[in-house]
């Protein structure tokens, strides 16, 4: 099973690598013209909910992690 060091850094690659494509598309998109402009705008749409997703599991995982050494300090 992977460590939660492992899994912050792949949610943080994920985090980057939906960035990039988000700023490629946003290029793109303003170059395109009116018809294809539709297609760039529903993807970046969809790019920016998984990036959400993303970033909700890795506060989720900070959050966690957070209430655990909380917890250990009220001896629990």
Not at 30 to 43: G, I, P, S, V
Not at 53 to 70: M, Y
Request: aromatic content about 4%.
């Amino acid at each position: 099973m992977k460590t939660t060091d492992e899994y912050r850094q792949r949610l943080m690659t994920e985090l980057i690598e939906q960035s990039a494509k988000i700023d490629a598309l946003l290029v793109k998109s303003r170059q395109a013209a009116a018809d294809m402009k539709l297609n760039y705008d529903q993807e970046l749409e969809e790019l920016r909910a998984k990036q959400q997703i993303t970033t909700k599991k890795l506060h989720e995982l900070e959050d966690s992690n957070s209430n655990a050494w909380e917890n250990i300090g009220d001896g629990g």
